[in-house]
């Protein structure tokens, strides 16, 4: 009786101690995912470094910096609910996944210190935004493990549409040149009688005054938010990495092509109705009509890049599964013969 009874309370003490132990690591990587947060919070969202006059946090600085003109950054505001929504989307997943603590988690934490230091001693704003990504992903690698750090890392990597690349407004005078050529031959081949030089086009007439294609004009704002569309509809939609390449690779011509038909109309409105409308009215608003053309342009490609593609795997399917049918039909009918 007694030995039978010495094994059960040796394995009764052996899961009160795994209970505790689990219960003490659990309490204990709160406690120090609760200071990581803590001290993240406190050096990027509340210690005044950057700014013209040292008075922005990092993240007053890129809350700033995307709403200001020269950066036509506008998107940059709304890529933390995009951020959100993809990790919310992916709640399932991260929940079932298996946790471990990954050690190497912890040099993507130190890399992103590194990057905060350096911000700090340059005042590079960009460079702290930019660690980011870099402590977050390490925070959750060594704490929850790798397969459940792997669903962070796109949504992660989306912060950087956030960030204003520098000398932006220098590299825009390529899009304006491209822009105002584009807008000449289409406007000359609807019948307007204009001339281009450089990054103006006017009426040869002058029956109105030049249209001068500035950096906003130059399509660089619609250009990057559309390959920030694109990164998101194509992560959502396509399960194959050339998929999404794809995708995001066709937005750039597909953000050309809509804003220089955004000039084109202008120079139209210009040449056969009101010259001042068009300078005016109609090019602060024309942006919001011409915009939607790149995204219903992405969506057709992600159509034809999934169901376009799955059509065509089903017709070699069933031209297989045809001959398949026929060579068995043959063979039976041989077989008759024989018979």
Same mark, same amino acid.
């Given at each position: ?72 950054? #506008? ?19 991260? $929940? ?50 790798? =397969?459940?750090? @792997? ?10 549409? $956030? ?15 491209? $822009? ?31 249209? =001068? ?26 399960? @194959? ?55 219903? #342009? ?15 795997? =089903? ?9 398949? &049918? ?5 063979? &039976?009918?041989? @077989?008759?013969?024989?018979?």
């Amino acid at each position: 009786m007694a030995s039978n009874s010495e094994p059960h309370v040796d394995s009764t003490n052996k899961n009160e101690f795994k209970t505790l132990n689990s219960d003490g690591l659990n309490w204990l990587s709160i406690l120090l995912l609760t200071t990581i947060i803590g001290t993240f919070g406190y050096f990027y969202c509340i210690i005044p470094i950057f700014g013209n006059f040292r008075e922005q946090s990092v993240v007053e600085w890129m809350w700033a910096v995307c709403g200001k003109k020269e950066y036509d950054y #506008g998107h940059g505001r709304f890529v933390p609910l995009v951020i959100l929504f993809l990790i919310f989307r992916s709640r399932k997943q991260i $929940a079932q996944c298996e946790r471990s603590s990954e050690w190497w988690g912890l040099a993507f934490l130190f890399l992103g210190m590194v990057f905060y230091v350096v911000s700090v001693r340059t005042i590079q704003a960009r460079i702290a935004a930019g660690s980011i990504p870099f402590i977050i992903y390490g925070l959750i690698a060594f704490i929850y493990g790798r =397969k459940t750090a @792997k669903y962070f890392i796109f949504p992660l990597a989306l912060l950087y549409f $956030a960030i204003p690349l520098p000398g932006l407004t220098q590299a825009t005078n390529g899009l304006q040149i491209l $822009a105002t050529k584009i807008a000449y031959h289409l406007s000359t081949l609807f019948g307007a009688d204009v001339t281009a030089a450089g990054t103006e086009i006017q009426s040869t007439n002058e029956n109105w005054d030049a249209l =001068k294609i500035a950096e906003g004009c130059s399509g660089v704002r619609s250009l990057i938010a559309l390959v920030f569309v694109a990164s998101v509809y194509g992560y959502i939609t396509q399960n @194959k990495i050339w998929k999404f390449v794809i995708m995001v690779m066709s937005s750039l011509p597909l953000a050309i092509i809509a804003n220089s038909i955004r000039v084109t109309t202008i120079v139209l409105i210009a040449e056969f109705w009101d010259a001042e409308f068009a300078a005016r009215t109609y090019h602060n608003f024309s942006g919001f009509l011409f915009f939607p053309l790149g995204i219903i #342009g992405i969506i057709l490609i992600g159509f034809l890049l999934n169901s376009g593609w799955k059509s065509k795997q =089903k017709v070699i399917s069933r031209q297989l599964v045809s001959g398949k &049918e026929s060579k068995g039909k043959d063979t &039976e009918k041989i @077989k008759g013969d024989d018979t």
